[in-house]
């Protein structure tokens, strides 16, 4: 599975600890101990530095190798926003190694859901409106397998990868254009559906109608404001056609809708950020991108025109 360094759970945080702490733990109860943080953006609320506090992550516990061979189904670990996990699983809120000493292997998704199982596949659709951060926070699937984990009494090291596609907007006002009447951005024409094998992280297509998305964080510019920006969307990786001749996007000005369609095909692929800068004018738009991990490749440019 191809790692994104995006949520870690991190054990160099008790590299001092001393080995003589997982001695002679035979027979003896040991709490799982998990700690998160977040190495890309510091935008915590928006989960690219933090889970945020609130959400949810399906936790599987089996014995090493052996997926059917479960220790934990799908707990439930809640974030705190700082890094830390409560978990819940019926009545219990501490989970255990087992007691043999086997070593086991750990799973976590996000977002957390009871339908959730190692022996299925997950069928997962995106918010078509993210324009809640909530929606938007549960359109982005997590994953993470961490294998053969010994007994330890310190905090164990996972990375999780986004599984999905992000798109965010930086909205300029160019001559003519008025960013106080942006009230509305829209991804057009794109799937919201795949499919993910929890056993492996492992995503395949599904058979879904092309959909809009509505993104987070779509304002209007006030007084003097020339550039609006902290707008993003999840969307599944895809490949955008260009020989359809749809629109990618419409930017609503007022009663004017603008539309940007690609004049060339767009991949969007697992655990990577499309960041698209909008200049509208008076007379239409203009359209640069770059792609980031969220592996950077090179910049595109687009015309919209008006709709």
Known sequence: ???????????????????????????QLVPISLNSKLVVEPRETRQDTQIAAGQQVSF???????????VYNNAILTADGSGNFTYSYGSENTLYYPLDNSKVDFYAIHPYSVNNSLSNTLG????????LIT???????????????EKSTRAIGLIFAHKLSKITFEVIQGPGGDLTQLNAIEILNVESQINMSLSDGVLSAS????????P????????????VTGISAIIVPQLFSSAVGKPLFRFTLGATNFLYTPSADINFETGKKYNYRITIRDNGLSVTSKIE?????DDTEGEGTPE
């Not at 058979?207 to 509505?214: A, E, H, K, L």
């Open 60 to 70: 599987f516990v089996t014995k090493a190798g052996n997926a059917a061979d479960i």
């Open 293 to 297: 991990d969220w592996l950077a490749t």
């Open 135 to 149: 929606d938007f926070l549960n359109s982005d699937l997590l994953y993470t397998k961490s294998e053969e984990v």
């Open 1 to 27: 599975m191809k790692k994104i360094f995006v949520l870690s759970i991190l054990a160099i945080l008790f590299a001092a600890c001393s080995s003589d702490d997982d001695d002679n733990l035979d027979n």
């Open 124 to 131: 997962f659709e995106v918010k078509q409106n993210q324009s």
């Open 216 to 227: 987070y964080g779509v304002r209007a510019g006030t007084s003097g404001e020339t550039t």
């Open 207 to 214: 058979t879904s109608s092309p959909t809009t998305i509505n």
